[in-house]
Every structure is written in structure tokens, then in C-alpha cells.
């Protein structure tokens, strides 16, 4: 046995990962939780190696009090993931290991849910007892009579139906016995599904016959109602059937009860689910059951990329362009690079899906680094839904200042009459709002950046939220001179209300932020929506997400544009995705159906090739753009973000770090395509202020260069001052 042990205290953002010895009291198993006398306080912390030899006095080192689990939570490819979220987004090995246990654990919120069961300890002896009772003690006859019929039955069961202090008294008097149960609580318990024996397409089988034939990384990319579904579920199949275990990823909002249902049809208790909604005792419950091998399939949202799993033979990452793949607060990482590596190190295979898969992802499809494998016809066959663009500037000009054009009024009543079910898509993403013509659909850009400015009501100025230029808010059109100018957009309600006033009668329902605040909201109104309780859903980006409504023939989109003048270079990209998705909500089953897209510019190429379903050229337009201007998947975007609520402090530290990159730039010539320091966009967020530096790097260089940034971060680091370093961030605010 060895003598010492290593262990890394669990102490929050300690970058430095102190490894610090004690003396092992008896054996415990590396990746154990443990308690430790440090100072004069007792300390959690992780045993991560076994020595027989210490750097340390042997005499002066103190030895770990106890295993705080008896089990391991940090298994062996973990580990060795946690040394790669370390050096890849430079986070201590604690706040890796973090992400791999359920928050509650450390506080030591959760318990394992334990439940009393009595049981007779011996039928004779009981019997005997039964036949001594005074005639007045009915109810513990009666306990004992239904005890020697059941055997057993919890405490809790007994007590409600026979009243408590007769159970008590039979325990007291020792013929009844108690003993402790561990229950495993289940999320969404009531929900499964018939197993529906489908013979996979000849399309589906070659799909799945080549990613079980090789180990390797691979983006399935199929038009929405291809399929994607069953494919991964007859892939995870063969991989049970080989004794591994496999992750299924989802975004966050569209693990639907249907999903999840489907899952469990097909492979029963061996699915684990895993997502934010769960109670803390739940989800305790289904990562003791990932980690004790009792479930195989995990099926969640980004975080279940680190459950512990064992044996691990297969990572799905479905909808992998999803922004919700991205965690944008700390630790800050992409879903898709750790399921690149947690593959790697378990050497198993990767399959991405999508139908309209992320620009950078594609783009390493394109250069051999994952397989590509298309899907281009739906399961039924069926053509896409034909999808038609509305001018809301001619709309505007023919005297209609509603929400709604003609066209989608007009289609909303034939889909109302005809007893069908419609689905109205509000465009909100993030908080931006732009100022553009009504007359003309002219949207201001910033003069540096080609991005659209945001309109930042705070201070009645518009922003570039690239290079922080701050413009004047306009009264008049520049192109145009029109007077007729429009801020930001409509609400979920408004649209509500317009459609009760239109059609007088009609049953909507509304799924936005306000509406699924609770438990399972969002469930509740897709099951209502589904059981026909109404005919029109109004609805967020939340709608968008892979639902299947049979019944839904048309789908109209209010304002499409929102989500291109995001000052964001995906901007058009996320756009593309969006009207993609909520088309492929229309028409699944055997009904045909439409959708309706409103927008201020009807010629933007993103509505032309959206509405051809045009993927590929799609791609190609966009990346060729990027490229030229340097822009990723050609380049890395970095900003390095500081804020204190000292404004001074930031900006000072700001300037101090912006000269250091400054000194980097002139070593690293020419992989700087652009660099510059400014306020942030938004200025102030809960009273901190924000100053950024924010650079665009050439590929080449550009690992070797964000090292160093973050080397700079240490060793500028004050204390009132924090610093992050975001790598392609999604939005810069
Ligand atoms: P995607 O995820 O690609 O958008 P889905 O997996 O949701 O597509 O599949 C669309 C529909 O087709 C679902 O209702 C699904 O049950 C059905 N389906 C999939 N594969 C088959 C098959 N081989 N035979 C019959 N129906 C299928
Ligand atoms: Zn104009
Ligand atoms: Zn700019």
C-alpha cells in the first residue's frame, strides 16, 4: 500500500492547483473525494495520486481524515480530460472537476433518498403475538394481518393507512422490523412510449453501416424529418450491444418529453437523463446511476458530456450548430471540442448532426476532418414545405402598419378553417435591437466593421458592437429620407393579442421566457399544443427546436430579420439556421405544408437560399465571405474582457494588458488582423464596468498566441480586477 497521497483542495478558481501531501490512514482509491485538515480548518478535496515517497518531512505531514464518498468521482479518462479543460480554457483541475459532479454533492445539499420498509421478523413469533392481543388493539391486528398477507411494505404506507402508533408499537415490541431502502428518484417517471419497430430507409442503414464500421469523427447532415433520430438510437444500440455505454447530446430546450419517451421505449431504465430541469435530488439520483453503471445511455443537455460514464463507446451530439453548446459563463468551453477529446481518450467515435450544421463545423467536413454523411430526402419523402417571402416594405407601403402582412392573415384563416394547427415564430435573439426604414428596409451599419449597429436605448446611441464606435441616432432615413423609422421588435404578447382580435374564438397558446419559468413549463405547453388544446402556438426560439406537431400545416415567421442584425459575424448564419428549423416544423406528417417568412429585405441572399433549403450554397457564399474578411472559421476572434466595479482600475488594467498584446503582436507579425482596446459594448453590467481587447488572430499561430494571452492575464492579475479570456464568443456585449 502506499503510504502518501496527493491531494487538490477544493477551493474555488485556485488557478495554481496546489497539490498538497498526506499520510494515507488505509487504502482509497484515486479520484476520491476526501477530508483534510488544512490550517486550522477541514477541507474537501480530491486524491489524484498514490506515492511511496513525499517531497515533504514525513513527520510534519498530517494525514486525511476520511473518504467523503465511498465511491470515486473522478475516473481515470476524466481525469485526464480535466488536464485537458485546464490547458485548453485555463481553469484550475478543481474547477474541472467541478463539472463533473452534480453542484449539490459539494455543498451537501443531496442525499440519497432512503425509505423505511417494515417488515414481520417471523411469522410464527408474529402469529403467536397476533392470538395474545388484547380484542381493543384492532389496528395493530389489523398491520399484522396485512404484514403476514404482503411481507413488507414501507413505513410510510402502513402509517397512512393503519394510523401511526400501532406500527410503533410492533416495532417497539420487536415483531415488526425495519430496515433502510435507498430509492432512486426518476425524472419524468410517467413518461414512455410504446417501442415503434421501424425498419430503418436504406438511407438511414448506410448511414449507420459506415459509422459502425470505423472509429472516427463524423457530421451526419440531413434535411429536417430525414430521420436523425432513429439513426442515433440504432447506434447507441450496437454500442450497448458491444457491453460500452454512449452520451446523447440534446440542446438544452429540446429535450422534450417525446425524446426522452422514445429513448426509453427503446432502451428502458438504461437511460439516464441529465438536464438543468431536474430537481437536485433527481439529478444526484441518475449520476449515481451513470457512475454505479446502472445506466448506460445518458441522454442531456452540454453539461452530461461529463458524466461518468464508463467504458465509454459512443458520443451524439444532435443539433450540434446549437448556441446552447456554448457555455458563456465559467468555465467557459465548447460542447463540441471536450466530446472531441473525451472521444479521443476513450477512443470511441463522435457523430454530429444536424441539418443545418455550424459554418465551422461543415467547413472541417469539407477538409477531411470529420466524415460527411448526407441525408437529403425526408422519411416520407416529401419536398420541403414551399416557402414564401413577404415584402413587409410594400406591406408598410399599401398602408398596413400591422404585425401581420395579408398573405400570412389570409393563410392563417384557411389553416384556422381547415381545423389545422399554425405556429407563429417571434425572432429574439439576445437583447439587441437595430433602428431601421420601414420604407426602405435601410439598417445603419458601423463604417469600420460591416456589421449592424445596435440600438442601446440606455443612452440614445447606436453602437458597433466590433469596434465600439458609437454613432448618432437618426430621425430620417440616410438613403431614403423617410421619417418612418422602427426600433427593436414586437413581444409574444402582442402577437397574442393581435391574433384573438383577428380571429375572435381561437384557442393560442404562448411559449416564450415568461410562460415556462416553472417545472417543466415548456413541457406542458408543447403537450397541450400537441393534444390540439389549441390551435396556434406563439412562440420564441424555444418553438424552433426539433418538435414534431403532425398537425401544424403552417408556420409564419413575424420578423425574420431580428436575428440578422445581430452585430455578431454569425449573424446570417444563425438566421440561415433559424428560418431552417422553424420551416422544418411544417408538413412532417401527411399534410402539406407552408411557411410564410416576413422581412424588411426580401433580396438578402440568407431568405433566397433559406427558401430553396439550399444548404450548400449557402455555405459556400458565407464561407467565401469570411474568409475574405477574415473572419473565423479563417480566424480566431479573442476578446479579453475586465471589469471591477472601480472604473479606473478597469480601464488601467485594460490599457496595461492591450500594450503587453501590443509588445506580442510585433513578435507574432502579421497574425494579427486586428487588434484594438475599447469600453465594451455594454459599459456596465451590475454595476461593473467593462473594458475590453479585442483581437482577431490568423490560425497559425494562434494556440501559441492564446497562451501566452492567458499567461499575460496571470501575471497582470490585480485583486477588484477580473479577466476572461472568450475565444469566438457568440455575442459581445
Ligand atoms: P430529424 O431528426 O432528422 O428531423 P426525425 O428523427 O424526427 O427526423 O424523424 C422524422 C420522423 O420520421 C419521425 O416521426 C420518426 O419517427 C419517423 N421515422 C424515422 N425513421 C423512420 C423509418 N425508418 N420508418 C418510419 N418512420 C421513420
Ligand atoms: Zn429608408
Ligand atoms: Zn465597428
Not at 481587447?693 to 497559425?700: G, I, N
Amino acid at each position: 500500500m502506499a503510504k502518501f497521497g496527493k491531494v487538490i483542495i477544493d477551493i474555488a478558481s485556485s488557478l495554481v492547483d496546489k497539490v498538497f501531501d498526506y499520510i494515507l490512514p488505509y487504502d482509497i482509491e484515486v479520484g476520491t473525494r476526501v477530508l483534510v485538515p488544512f490550517g486550522r480548518q477541514v477541507k474537501e478535496g480530491y486524491l489524484v495520486e498514490k506515492t511511496d515517497v513525499s517531497d515533504y518531512d514525513a513527520d510534519k505531514l498530517k494525514q486525511i481524515i476520511k473518504p467523503i464518498d465511498d465511491f470515486v468521482v473522478i475516473k481515470k479518462d476524466q481525469f485526464e480530460l480535466a488536464k485537458f479543460l485546464k490547458q485548453k480554457y485555463n481553469i484550475g483541475l478543481c474547477d474541472s472537476f467541478r463539472l463533473f459532479l452534480p453542484s449539490e454533492m459539494r455543498t451537501g445539499k443531496v442525499k440519497e433518498l432512503v425509505s423505511k420498509v417494515a417488515y414481520i421478523s417471523d411469522d410464527e413469533t408474529a402469529k403467536a403475538y397476533m392470538a395474545n392481543l388484547r380484542s381493543t388493539a384492532t389496528k395493530q391486528r389489523a398491520v399484522l394481518a396485512y404484514l403476514l398477507e404482503v411481507g413488507e411494505d414501507k413505513c410510510s404506507k402502513i402509517n397512512a393507512q393503519f394510523g401511526a402508533g400501532a406500527l410503533k408499537k410492533l416495532i417497539d415490541d420487536r415483531i415488526v422490523l425495519v430496515r433502510e431502502e435507498t430509492v432512486l428518484r426518476k425524472p419524468l417517471a410517467e413518461l414512455s412510449a410504446k417501442p415503434n419497430n421501424v425498419v430503418l430507409t436504406k438511407d438511414q442503414q448506410r448511414v449507420v453501416d459506415t459509422i459502425s464500421t470505423k472509429t472516427g469523427k463524423y457530421l451526419i447532415h440531413g434535411v429536417t424529418g430525414s430521420g436523425k433520430t432513429e439513426i442515433y438510437m440504432a447506434l447507441m444500440k450496437k454500442t450497448l450491444d458491444q457491453g460500452k455505454t454512449g452520451i446523447m447530446l440534446v440542446p438544452e430546450i429540446s429535450l422534450t418529453p417525446q425524446v426522452v419517451a422514445n429513448f426509453r421505449a427503446r432502451f428502458g431504465d438504461e437511460v439516464a437523463l441529465m438536464h438543468s430541469a431536474l430537481s437536485a435530488g433527481e439529478r444526484f439520483d441518475e449520476w449515481r446511476r451513470i457512475l454505479l453503471g446502472k445506466a448506460k445511455i445518458v441522454v442531456g443537455a452540454r453539461s452530461a458530456i461529463f458524466s461518468p460514464t464508463e467504458n465509454l463507446g459512443l458520443i451524439v451530439i444532435d443539433e450540434e450548430h446549437d448556441g446552447s453548446y456554448t457555455s458563456e459563463s465559467n468555465p467557459r468551453y465548447h460542447t463540441i471540442e471536450v466530446a472531441e477529446k473525451r472521444a479521443e481518450i476513450c477512443g470511441c467515435s463522435l457523430v454530429l448532426g444536424s441539418a443545418t450544421p455550424d459554418l465551422e463545423t461543415y467547413h472541417k467536413a469539407i477538409v477531411g476532418e470529420y466524415h460527411l454523411l448526407e441525408l437529403k430526402e425526408r422519411i416520407n419523402k416529401k419536398p420541403m414545405p414551399p416557402l414564401e417571402i413577404v415584402d413587409m416594405c410594400a406591406e408598410v407601403q399599401n398602408g398596413n402598419n400591422e404585425i401581420f402582412s395579408e398573405r400570412l392573415k389570409t393563410e392563417l384563416k384557411n389553416t384556422l378553417d381547415t381545423g389545422n394547427q399554425a405556429m407563429i415564430f417571434i425572432n429574439r435573439r439576445g437583447y439587441a435591437s437595430f433602428l431601421m426604414c420601414k420604407d426602405c428596409g435601410y439598417v445603419p451599419k458601423c463604417q469600420n466593421c460591416d456589421t449592424a449597429l445596435v440600438y442601446h436605448k440606455h443612452d440614445n446611441a447606436l453602437k458597433c458592437h466590433f469596434c465600439s464606435a458609437r454613432y448618432k441616432v437618426f430621425s430620417e432615413c440616410p438613403e431614403c429620407h423617410s421619417k418612418n423609422l422602427k426600433f427593436g421588435s414586437v413581444g409574444t404578447q402582442q402577437v397574442v393579442e393581435e391574433i384573438e382580435k383577428l380571429f375572435p374564438g381561437t384557442k393560442v397558446l404562448r411559449m416564450d421566457n415568461d410562460t415556462t419559468s416553472q417545472k417543466n413549463g415548456h413541457y406542458k405547453i408543447l403537450s397541450q399544443f400537441r393534444d390540439g388544446k389549441a390551435q396556434v402556438l406563439v412562440g420564441t426560439q424555444m418553438i424552433v427546436k426539433g418538435h414534431d406537431f403532425p398537425a401544424v400545416t403552417l408556420v409564419g415567421i413575424v420578423d425574420a430579420d431580428q436575428s440578422l442584425y445581430q452585430s455578431s459575424y454569425t449573424a446570417t448564419e444563425r438566421t440561415f439556421q433559424l428560418i431552417t428549423q422553424v420551416a422544418g416544423r411544417a408538413g412532417r406528417a401527411d399534410l402539406q405544408g407552408k411557411i410564410i417568412l416576413q422581412t424588411y429585405v426580401p433580396r438578402h441572399y440568407v431568405y433566397r437560399l433559406a427558401s430553396g433549403y439550399d444548404y450548400l450554397s449557402f455555405y459556400k457564399k458565407e464561407a467565401n465571405l469570411r474568409e475574405m474578411t477574415n473572419f473565423p472559421p479563417f480566424t480566431k476572434i479573442v476578446r479579453v474582457l475586465f471589469s471591477s466595479d472601480d472604473e479606473e482600475l478597469a480601464k488601467n488594467s485594460t490599457k496595461v494588458y492591450y500594450d503587453s498584446v501590443k509588445d506580442l503582436s510585433l513578435k507574432h507579425s502579421g497574425q494579427f488582423v486586428y487588434l484594438g482596446v475599447s469600453k465594451s459594448p455594454v459599459g456596465r453590467i451590475q454595476n461593473k464596468y467593462r473594458y475590453q481587447v479585442l483581437m482577431r488572430l490568423k490560425l497559425e499561430e494562434s494556440d501559441d498566441i492564446i497562451t501566452q494571452l492567458y499567461r499575460l492575464c496571470e501575471e497582470n492579475k490585480k485583486n477588484n480586477v477580473s479577466c476572461f479570456v472568450e475565444i469566438n464568443p457568440q455575442s459581445l456585449s
